[in-house]
């Protein structure tokens, strides 16, 4: 099976190309990034001289790359590429639009242009957040209405529509994912979880916004990975699938999980302004994937957690690149004199 992975050098998708390479001998991986300011090589260190995997640096949003990249060779597209931080959304929407609206319908053009409508398939990893805000009970399902309140969600929203039609009106194998909150390892320090351990660990105070009551559900990235792998290949097309991590936790109770775990001072808790139209509670029903495909998630949230402390603890290296943004050399160092291409 040869995969069009796009953003594969961000936090999730650096980890789906792991796991693939992990599970699967036979699989051939293409890996498509920008590099933009999430996307760090580094995270693929590991499997630099393994000649399944090639990464290509290219941009969603142009047309010719995605044609060179995508060719009738492929036989399924998994898209990550995306900006996925809510606070730069509230920054700057326009990015937001271009990249996760723009560079989805620009996949899916090319795959239309190509034609092999069932023998192509095109993996949306969407959101939860594309639902909007719940109160204190209930979860969503694929049927919720859709109520994205962020430009973040709205863009991923209007990609999860922009999909739909493809499938509807040209016939193409879309099948979406709406998945919680992830953490794990190469997760890009502005996200709640890594920003924390960080903080904490150089004692500097730890930005827990408004109250900190607002919840959201965890999963471990490779419960996600085995999610997606188990929808692109078994998924029925044209479906949606939520994916969770039955953890529904307030932001405050993480907070002190890492400190704790640290055995940090619960003083360098710092309560600040609240983001603009904070979604309250999000919450999965993901029934649909476990009774449809058989997936559940595997790892237990203060497992999970536990170990994802202790793999930045070991990985200072990765952190402190990340945070001097020196890991933006390493494509230049890596690549500069060889051209875009590499086994
Ligand atoms: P990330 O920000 O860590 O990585 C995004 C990657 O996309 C980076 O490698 C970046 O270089 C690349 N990219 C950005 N713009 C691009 C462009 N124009 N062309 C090509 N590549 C580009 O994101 P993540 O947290 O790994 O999320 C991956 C996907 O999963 C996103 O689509 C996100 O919406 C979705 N998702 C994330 C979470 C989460 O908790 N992180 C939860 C549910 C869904
Ligand atoms: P985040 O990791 O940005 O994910 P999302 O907004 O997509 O759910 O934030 C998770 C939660 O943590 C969210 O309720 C906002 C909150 N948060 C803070 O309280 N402080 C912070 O510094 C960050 C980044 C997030």
Same mark, same amino acid.
């Given at each position: ?37 999430? /996307? ?44 996925? $931080? ?60 859709? /109520? ?35 953490? /794990? ?38 419960? $996600? ?119």
């Amino acid at each position: 099976m040869k995969v069009l992975v796009t953003g594969g050098a961000g936090f999730i998708g650096s980890n789906f190309v792991l796991h693939l390479l992990e599970r699967d001998p036979e699989i051939e991986i293409l890996n498509f990034d920008a590099l933009t300011y999430a /996307g760090n090589l580094e995270n693929l260190r590991a499997v630099e001289s393994d000649s399944r995997h090639r990464f290509v640096k290219g941009d969603i949003c142009d047309h010719h790359a995605v044609a060179e990249a995508l060719d009738e060779s492929i036989d399924a597209v998994v898209h990550f590429a995306a900006e996925s $931080h809510v606070d730069r959304s509230v920054e700057g929407p326009g990015i937001f639009l271009r990249t996760n609206v723009v560079g989805t319908q620009v996949l899916l053009e090319r795959l239309r242009q190509l034609g092999h409508l069932d023998r192509q398939r095109f993996v949306m990893v969407s959101t939860d957040e594309v639902y909007g805000s719940l109160g204190p009970s209930g979860a969503f399902t694929e049927t919720t209405p859709l /109520g994205p309140n962020s430009p973040y969600s709205a863009s991923k929203a209007s990609a999860d529509l922009v999909c739909r039609a493809y499938h509807h009106t040209f016939g193409l194998d879309v099948v979406t994912t709406r998945c919680s909150n992830n953490y /794990g390892p190469f997760q890009f320090p502005e996200k709640l979880i890594p920003l924390m351990i960080a903080n904490a660990l150089e004692e500097k105070s730890l930005p827990v916004y408004g109250d900190g009551r607002n919840v959201r559900d965890w999963l471990h990235v490779r419960d $996600h990975c085995t999610a997606i792998d188990t929808v692109m290949r078994h998924g029925r097309s044209g479906e949606i699938y939520n994916i969770g991590g039955n953890s529904e936790r307030e932001n405050i109770e993480v907070v002190r999980f890492i400190l704790d775990h640290l055995e940090k001072s619960h003083e360098l808790i710092n309560y600040v302004t609240d983001r603009p139209g904070h979604d309250r509670r999000y919450a999965i029903d993901a029934s649909k994937i476990r009774d449809e495909l058989g997936w559940e998630p595997q790892i237990d949230f203060e497992r999970g957690m536990g170990e994802t402390i202790d793999w930045y603890l070991a990985h200072a290296d990765w952190l402190d690149q990340v945070r001097s943004g020196a890991y933006r050399g390493y494509y230049e160092q890596m690549y500069g004199n060889r051209g875009a291409h590499r086994g």
